[in-house]
Each structure stands twice: as structure tokens, then as C-alpha cells.
């Protein structure tokens, strides 16, 4: 899944998805953002794995000390540059989520939203390690996965991006139960709340699970052990 969209959906494009997006995914996102907002306030140091162009950055930014984006692909990170560019306190970086160059118990917490578990398409036990490690005794670490009960919502956004070119148009005979297949290659599957918390514990983190807006799951964790 990473590699499609470091292929197919950067800088712009990416833009054009969200552009897309119905009210009710808008909903959605802006649902999404606000628990972020309200969970990172204050922070000094954050993390957002997956950054993209920067829509979650961009609203983060004003409440913490300062943003970092990681993101795969160079294209992104461009449009970020761009984006973000009225703010003074966000920093940038080419890095994989699974294999970041920071060093342990930097950050007050680290983010990874909109169905990065699924959509990064690296293995999901080393992102949470990832996350767990870069993230300070009692800081904050939340992650996010599509709600079931936006599913008829999520696959309408995707027909939408189908229309505009974006991404092959919907398998509708493989796509269901939260997984999305596309005839151009694209899986986009989701993640259970118990799932989450299940991963999270192999790390040794308790995950509070939540659905927030009935239309995304957070796993929701104040980090545990050595700082």
C-alpha cells in the first residue's frame, strides 16, 4: 500500500483526495483532527507519522511547541513545504515510519491518523515499536483506523476518487467488511479496536480504544516504561 501511494497519490494528488471528500467525510477528518488537537495541546515536541501534504500538521502546529512530519515520498513532503509554509515551527523529514532516525524518547507524542496502520502497508507491530520507542515515558502516542459504521461514507469517497482518476475504479465484488480493492492494485483494508490494542500490548502499552464522530477508532496510549 506504501508503495502505491508513493507512486500514485503525491503532492497534489494527494490534495485532490481530501478535496473530494463529501460533507460527511469532512466530518470525518475534522473529527479526527480535533481529538489529535485536544490530546497533543500544549506538547512540546510531536511527531505525525505520514504527514502527506500536511493537513494534519497544519493544525497541530499552532498548539505545540513544534511539529515534525515524517513522510516516504519526496513529492509530499514538497507540497508540505509549501502548504505549511506561514509556520515557523514545523520540520520536515524523508524517513520510513518503520525505521526512524530519531533517537529513543524524543517526542511528547507521536501521531499516525487517518488509517496510517493500513495505508503505510509496512508491518504493523514495527510501526507501533517505532512509535512506542521515539515517544517520552508519559507521553502520548494515537493512532487512528476507520469506524465500521462509516463504511458506506468511505466507499463512496473512493468511487468519487475512482471518477476523477485517481485510482482505478472499485472492485465492488472484493470490496467489503472494511477492505477496499481497487482494479488498479490498490487494498486499502482498516484495523479493529482490538486489533490496535492488541499491537500496542506486544509493545507493552496499554491502548485506550475509543470511536470518535462514529467514524474513526483511536488507540489512545500515555507511554509506559523507560524513558
Not at 76 to 81: E, H, I, M, Q, V
Request: glycine share 8%.
Amino acid at each position: 500500500m506504501g508503495t502505491y501511494y508513493r507512486r500514485h497519490l503525491l503532492g497534489s494528488d494527494l490534495q485532490r483526495v481530501y478535496d473530494l471528500a463529501s460533507p460527511r467525510i469532512r466530518q470525518y477528518l475534522n473529527a479526527e483532527v480535533e481529538n489529535v488537537v485536544e490530546r497533543v495541546r500544549g506538547a512540546d515536541r510531536v511527531l505525525e507519522l505520514g504527514c502527506g501534504y500536511g493537513r494534519v500538521l497544519r493544525e497541530m502546529a499552532p498548539h505545540v511547541g513544534r511539529a515534525f512530519g515524517i513522510d516516504i515520498a519526496a513529492a509530499n513532503l514538497r507540497s508540505a513545504s509549501s502548504y505549511l509554509s506561514s509556520l515557523k515551527n514545523c520540520d520536515l523529514l524523508l524517513m520510513n515510519a518503520v525505521r526512524l532516525a530519531f533517537a529513543d524518547a524524543r517526542f511528547d507524542a507521536t501521531v499516525c491518523v487517518q488509517n496510517g496502520i493500513s495505508a503505510f502497508g509496512v508491518d504493523r507491530s514495527k510501526l507501533v515499536s517505532e512509535a512506542v520507542r521515539v515517544t517520552r515515558n508519559r507521553g502520548q502516542i494515537l493512532f487512528s483506523t476507520y469506524s465500521p459504521r462509516i463504511w458506506a461514507d468511505r466507499v463512496e469517497w473512493f468511487r468519487a476518487q475512482a471518477r476523477a482518476g485517481l485510482i482505478g475504479p472499485v472492485d465492488e465484488s472484493r470490496s467489503r467488511e472494511g477492505t477496499i480493492v481497487c482494479q488498479d492494485g490498490l487494498r486499502l483494508t482498516s484495523a479493529s479496536g482490538e486489533e490496535l490494542r492488541d499491537l500496542f500490548a506486544r509493545s507493552g502499552q496499554v491502548a485506550r480504544i475509543r470511536e470518535v464522530d462514529q467514524s474513526s477508532v483511536f488507540a489512545e496510549v500515555t507511554r509506559e516504561g523507560l524513558s
